[in-house]
């Protein structure tokens, strides 16, 4: 689950770090409010879930009321990357002395937590990873032993930070990587960490991703689900607790399991198909399950025929069967359905749906079959 | 032979009082897995459809000498299920429940290494593992799995592990051992243990993996596999088509900037003389060739 700036900001400052005073705000009537309780100059920040919104005006320097009035109804609105600015996020702006990056995530083959570092912030962390390696420092953290000061310093010093940010970056290290492990995030990132002309390291800017199977021992993570942003059919689909996402093609997909929902995808796109969506409807295949998934594709207008693909493993046939039928019942379903059913008891599966066929509901034996099948009755 | 377990395997299951524990459990018994026990701080004395409940792992492994078990603990109690096991004195730990946060994964995984550094752990997030006709941990059907060999299986995803086996039993090929692995970020067991154990067993002759986008533990197979493996290789590696940036019910699954696609992935294992199929039915097409030549 990815935070917006302002609520990873204040994720961090929970664990100690200096972030800088704001508010968050949805009208230019608000902004203006906010800055003059802030004082100008302010900063007005899109509140996204992307990268990249300083470089396509997302991000402004105000340094009085009329700039903040300009700035905030130009960006209010504005679309970066598909995402439609609705918050702005108006913050004490800072003076700026250097800009760094700092970062902990899970290094997935080293199985340690890594820790990058460069005094090369403020851009494009994967291009300084890319052109000039040297750059960045990097320690991996052994989950057991937690990052220790002394390690910490190492780091810090492995960066070759000005001297004057050393004390402060230290303290922020060791509150970041606090924030990453106790908050159970995937990622947080500070990028840029500045230093001040006064000496000061602060934290000018958040990413935040969240572990969403750790949401039982946070309650504050309920508060970052409420804004996540999810296309209506995403939001339909997590309402019903489904795997659910949202694709820009014809072919409505049910699959048991995400491994074998990914496969179906490529096969569909192999015989020259385009999914609608991804759907993993998990290892069960019931009425309730199978109606819900029914329901969320239905209610997508651009599919045009539904591919449902069961392998069955505790699961028996017979019940997927049963569940398929126990669901066009309860759903009224307006595209074609093919289905391939197959494993555990797929001949018992097979007879119970051959007296239901028709021109609305078909059967295939095949993954590849189904897959031709669907595809052709989306192209019509 | 089989890789990890077998008949002689000796399981524990904590978590069988539960609801999930108690089905699965019962199904490995009936397919002949030695399950000799399971654990419930509160529920000792009691027993579960004939099989005797312990209140601790070290209890259960003192009274039933087993080495092994499965794990079907709700997530938030996963982490001190597993240390449980380790300090128990289990040495193969099969960890079936989706959801553990990734950083008791990680936390457990590195703790498993220093301290018990003879425990194997598989999961979480896993179907399990089973050696056909002989021994089943976890949620596969054992059914849809063809004893014998040649064929030894690893896999990251649970529905694609029994495609596999299932692709395999239609063309009437035999498995020496089906390993799921899991789509976490911080396996216990991993591709790499795996077709070690593989090239190590004399009855497996060809192995088959199924992969998935992100994360690089395909592309470190296929190192692997250049460098060490000598038996044949056929492998499907889901999600060519995944969007990037998109999550898609795995936490392991997602493919971010360029890094860790279906397409990089599948290129690194051709590069390594592994015969890749575009879907799970070609890689069992390919298998099956592989077999008839060997």
């Known amino acids: 689950m990815d935070l917006f700036e302002y609520q990873g900001k204040q994720f961090f400052a929970q664990y100690g770090m200096p972030i800088s005073a704001g508010e968050v705000v949805f009208s230019v009537d608000e902004a203006l409010a906010a800055a003059e309780r802030l004082g100008t100059p ?27 009035r300009e700035h905030a109804t130009n960006i209010l609105g504005l679309d970066i990357k598909g995402h439609i600015v609705e918050r702005l996020w108006i913050e004490a702006a800072s003076d700026i002395a250097e800009e760094y990056y700092m970062s902990f995530t899970l290094d997935r083959a080293a199985k340690k937590h890594l820790g990058m570092l460069s005094a090369e912030g403020g851009m494009d962390i994967e291009e300084v990873a890319a052109s000039t390696p040297e750059k960045i420092s990097k320690i991996w953290v052994d989950p057991v032993d937690g990052l220790t ?9 492995g960066a070759n930070l000005n001297p004057d940010a050393r004390e402060g970056a230290i303290a922020i290290a060791k509150q970041l990587y606090a924030s990453y492990t106790e908050g159970d995030a995937d990622l947080v990132e500070i990028n840029p960490l500045i230093l001040t002309p006064e000496g000061k390291v602060h934290v000018l800017d958040s990413k935040v991703t969240l572990d969403v ?6 309650a504050d993570y309920a508060q970052f689900d409420e804004t996540q942003t999810r296309d209506e059919r995403e939001e339909a689909a997590h309402a019903k607790g489904l795997q659910y996402v949202g694709l820009d093609g014809t072919v409505g997909v049910i699959a048991n399991g995400a491994g074998l929902a990914m496969s179906t995808l490529d096969v569909i796109n192999q015989v020259g198909g385009k999914p609608a969506n991804f759907l993993d409807i998990g290892g069960g295949a019931n009425a309730d399950v199978m109606s819900s998934a029914l329901q969320v594709i239905n209610d997508d207008k651009n599919v045009k025929s539904i591919f449902i693909n069961i392998f069955g493993g505790i699961t028996r046939g017979e019940e ?9 019942k309860r759903v009224k379903i307006d595209s074609p359905i093919v289905i391939r059913l197959d494993g555990t008891n797929a001949d018992e599966g097979r007879a119970i749906l051959a007296p239901e066929l028709n021109d609305m509901l078909m059967m295939e034996t095949t993954m590849l079959d189904a897959a031709r099948k669907a595809s052709e009755l989306a192209a019509g | 032979m089989a890789i990890f377990v077998d008949e002689n395997t000796k399981v524990i299951y904590q978590g069988l009082t539960g609801r999930q524990g108690s089905y699965y459990g019962g199904l490995n018994a009936e397919y002949g897995t030695q399950v000799v026990a399971g654990t419930h701080p509160k529920k000792a004395g009691t027993d579960v459809n004939g099989v005797p409940v312990y209140a601790s792992v070290a209890e259960a492994v003192e009274a039933t000498g087993a080495t092994a078990s499965c794990i079907f603990i709700p997530a938030p109690g996963v982490k001190d299920a597993v240390m449980e096991a380790a300090e128990g004195g289990i040495k193969f730990i099969v960890a079936i429940t989706e959801g553990v946060p990734a950083h008791d994964e990680a ?10 550094p003879d425990v194997q752990l598989l999961g979480p997030n896993c179907p399990g593992i089973i050696s056909p006709g002989k021994c089943n941990i976890g949620i596969t059907a054992g059914h849809i799995a063809k004893p014998g060999g040649p064929v030894g299986i690893v896999s990251r995803s649970g529905t694609l592990t029994y495609q596999a086996l299932y692709e395999l039993q239609q063309k009437d090929i035999g498995v020496t051992t089906c390993v799921g692995i899991g789509g976490d970020p911080v396996p216990g067991t991993s591709f790499i243990d795996c077709l070690a154990a593989f090239e190590a067993d004399p009855e497996t002759k060809a192995i088959m993996m199924i992969g998935e986008i992100g994360g690089s533990a395909e592309e470190e197979a296929a190192e692997y596999i250049k460098n060490h493996v000598t038996k044949p290789v056929s492998s499907y590696v889901a999600g060519v088509t995944a969007p990037p940036g998109k999550k898609m019910g795995h936490a392991g699954a997602i493919v971010s900037g360029g890094k860790g696609t279906a397409d990089a992935k599948m290129e690194a294992l051709r590069d390594a003389g592994v015969k890749v ?18």
């Open chain 1, 42 to 68: 302010v900063m007005v920040k899109s509140q996204v879930l992307t990268g990249g919104r300083g470089k396509l005006g997302g991000i402004k320097f105000a340094p009085d009321m009329d700039a903040v």
């Open chain 1, 149 to 157: 000061d002394e390690v910490a310093a190492q780091w810090v010093d």
């Open chain 1, 213 to 218: 199977n750790a949401e039982f021992r946070h």
């Open chain 1, 320 to 328: 997927v069967a049963n569940g398929i039928l126990e669901a066009m």
């Open chain 2, 107 to 116: 936390w457990f995984f590195n703790k498993l290494k220093r301290d018990h």
């Open chain 2, 277 to 294: 199929g575009l879907n799970p039915t070609e890689a069992g097409e390919l298998m099956a060739e592989i077999v008839a030549g060997l």
